[in-house]
Structure formats: structure tokens, C-alpha cells
């Protein structure tokens, strides 16, 4: 008797074991919670719903690459809208990091503060993969990890993201249709990259190809790396010039105003170009359209980062929160630009237009933004 006492006492030990380590987010039946903002990304998105928690909560930022203007505006949005009444009495403690291009860095600075006891961590994946055993930590210690961005191979955790495949479509469509308005159905494009290794990275490349592949022409294709920055992709493009000569048409993931410019440095012909969402690219594109620029500008907006939390505090809050939210593409042609609508003249080139989110109540100023600094908050 004593013998099944001790082994009933043994399984119960380890199962109660194995729940504590199982801890985390539990699969749910949706709808989630304020279903205009939190969109789930298609009908067989799962749902999670953690412990609600009492705020007020501690949240950190942990970025990765920092090298370009995009970050950069991110991590100030961030500031700004930590700032912001509709969740400033939400959060007791604020930290931004930036740990560069090193996976094992991110996940470090993600571990320490899962220890540090912080309730949720939003961050931009250096990597789409490694990141299980963090996951698994997080899962334990019932912290919410958001990633979002360029975002984590997995649906382990929340995920916050505009659909970078139909992005790099998108790009390729617009092109092609422009080029076939003036018979050109064949010719050679250059594809401006962003960073590798990113998923987002990859995500747009493989969009953008899928495209080309299907139209049937007979596409050359050149392909440099911008790192989704200006000065970089202004170089890259410069040298792809000075090596191969005249494009048909450039596909550019980011940096698109160093892209425009270098064309213009260059004396090259206006072509149709696919880009971000910069504020120098839709001033360039208003002032050129009439001698080629024909583009189109697609916004991956830096204000994402509020989205994340926003919704990291929601799943804090024991709400119903789809597995993988889908936030839409904001995009605009050339012939739909608007001074002091959907890009500022009097704003810097480096500015990203798109920051405004009202199914979800989220509108940060521009000055807001830019009067934060890009440096971390330790």
C-alpha cells in the first residue's frame, strides 16, 4: 500500500511538473477581442488566452539591427506611444534594446528580462528560427512574447505583421502592369533586398519573384542588398548601374528613396519603381511621375511596434488574442499622392508616412515621434 502511495504520489508530482512547464498561453475558440484591430490573419488562425494579469505592467522592447532610419522611427514610436493616455497608466516600467545582428545577443537580452520578472517583450526577430527555447522560458514564467516585423517560423506565440509575401506581389504587379502599358512585357529589373536573414526579407523576395516567374516574360534580374537603408541602397544601386546599365524597372524592399536618387545622380531614364513607404520616396515620385516614376509605395509602418503592444497588453489583460494578427497594407500609387495627406513636404525624407491605425484607435503625431531619440532605455 505504502508502494502505490508513493508511486500515485510520484505520477501526481511529475504531471503537476510537466503542467508548470507546459505553462503559457492556452488554445482558445475565437472570436478575440476587438476583432477590427486584432484581425486574425486568416479563418484557421488559432486563438490564445493567457492569465489575466493586474496591471500596471512591465514591458520591454528588444530589437535587433538598428542600422536604418525604419528602426530608428521604431523604437520612437515605441517611446511615444508608451507616452500615450490610452495606455500610459497600463505600464510600470518601460525598456528599449537594441542588441544588433546577433541572434544569440536578442535571445540573451529576451531571457534576461523574462528573469528580470518583465510581463511581456515585444521584439523584431533577427532570425525567423532559434528562438524555442526562449519560448518555452516565457511559456514557463507566463510572459507574453510578441514578435512582429520580421517575425519567428513558429505558432508558438502572438504574432503582429502585414503580409510581406503579398507585399513583394505587390510590387512586382505594379511594375509589370506599367511596363505592359508601354509594351514592354520583357526586359531587365533590379531587386533592391533588405537584410539578410530576416523573414521579411525573404518573405518580399519570394513575392516579388513569384510574380515575375508567372508573368511569362523574360525577365534579367539583378539583385543587390540595401539593407533597407538609403545611403546603402544608394551605393548598390549606383554600382549596379555603373556594371549592367540601363533597368526596365527596380523592385526596391526599403531604402527606396537612396534608390530614386541614385538614379537621378546617375542621369538615368525614370522607370517604375516599387518601394516603401518614405516620405522622400513619395516626394520624389510627386515631383517625377510625369517622366516615368510611375511607382508604388507600399508601407511596412514602424508603427507596428504600437500594434504589438497594444496587443501584448490586451493578452495581459486575459483577453481572447488571435495566434497571428494581420495588419493591412497602406499603400499608395503616384497618382494618388497628396501633399499633407499621404506624404509631408515639409517632413523629412526619412520620415515613414504611415502611422495612423483607427480600427485600433492608435494615431501618433509626427512630432511626437520624432521628438523622442533612438537611443535605449536601460
Not at 521604431?74 to 518601460?94: L, N, Q, R, V
Not at 548598390?236 to 534608390?259: N, R
Not at 518601394?275 to 507596428?304: T, V
Not at 515613414?352 to 491605425?357: H, L, Y
Request: glycine share 8%; with cysteine; proline share 5%.
Amino acid at each position: 500500500m505504502k508502494t502505490l502511495l508513493k508511486l500515485t504520489t510520484a505520477v501526481s508530482a511529475f504531471v503537476l511538473s510537466a503542467n508548470m512547464a507546459l505553462a503559457g498561453p492556452e488554445v482558445v475558440s475565437g472570436p478575440g477581442a476587438d476583432p477590427e484591430c486584432f484581425a486574425p490573419w486568416s479563418e484557421t488562425t488559432k486563438f490564445f488566452k493567457w492569465d489575466a494579469k493586474p496591471a500596471p505592467y512591465r514591458i520591454a522592447v528588444v530589437n535587433g539591427f538598428v542600422g536604418n532610419t525604419w528602426r530608428i522611427q521604431m523604437i520612437k514610436t515605441a517611446k511615444a506611444y508608451a507616452e500615450d493616455p490610452s495606455i500610459k497608466d497600463k505600464i510600470k516600467e518601460f525598456k528599449v534594446v537594441s542588441t544588433g545582428t546577433d541572434a544569440p545577443a536578442q535571445l540573451g537580452a529576451i531571457e534576461d528580462f523574462i528573469n528580470q520578472g518583465y510581463d511581456a517583450i515585444i521584439t523584431i526577430a533577427v532570425s525567423p528560427e532559434g528562438f524555442d527555447r526562449v519560448i518555452r522560458l516565457a511559456d514557463k514564467n507566463n510572459v507574453v512574447i510578441v514578435p512582429f516585423d520580421n517575425v519567428l517560423d513558429t505558432d508558438k506565440v502572438m504574432q503582429v505583421n502585414e503580409d510581406q509575401l503579398a507585399m513583394g506581389r505587390a510590387y512586382s504587379t505594379h511594375v509589370l502592369k506599367e511596363l505592359a502599358a508601354i509594351g514592354k512585357t520583357s526586359g531587365k529589373v533590379l531587386e533592391v533586398r533588405g537584410l539578410a536573414g530576416n523573414s521579411v526579407d525573404r518573405d518580399r523576395s519570394i513575392g516579388i519573384n513569384e510574380v515575375l516567374d508567372e508573368s511569362g516574360g523574360n525577365w534579367e534580374r539583378v539583385s543587390v542588398v540595401g539593407n533597407w537603408d538609403d545611403g546603402t541602397a544608394q551605393k548598390v544601386v549606383a554600382d549596379a548601374i555603373a556594371v549592367h546599365g540601363e533597368f526596365d524597372a527596380v523592385l526596391a524592399q526599403g531604402g527606396t528613396t537612396g534608390v530614386v536618387q541614385a538614379l537621378l545622380d546617375a542621369e538615368h531614364p525614370m522607370i517604375p519603381v516599387s518601394g516603401e513607404a518614405e516620405n522622400g520616396f513619395r516626394k520624389l515620385m510627386a515631383e517625377n511621375s510625369d517622366k516615368g516614376l510611375k511607382g508604388i509605395s507600399i508601407g511596412q509602418s514602424p508603427g507596428l511596434v504600437a500594434i504589438s503592444m497594444k496587443a501584448a497588453i490586451s493578452a495581459l489583460e486575459g483577453n481572447v488574442m488571435p495566434q497571428l494578427i494581420s495588419v493591412p497594407l497602406p499603400m499608395a500609387t503616384y497618382d494618388e499622392l497628396e501633399d499633407g495627406k499621404n506624404y509631408w513636404s515639409d517632413l523629412p525624407d526619412n520620415f515613414f508616412t504611415v502611422n495612423e491605425f483607427p480600427p485600433c484607435g492608435v494615431n501618433i503625431s509626427g512630432p511626437a515621434i520624432m521628438s523622442q531619440s533612438e537611443e535605449d532605455v536601460k
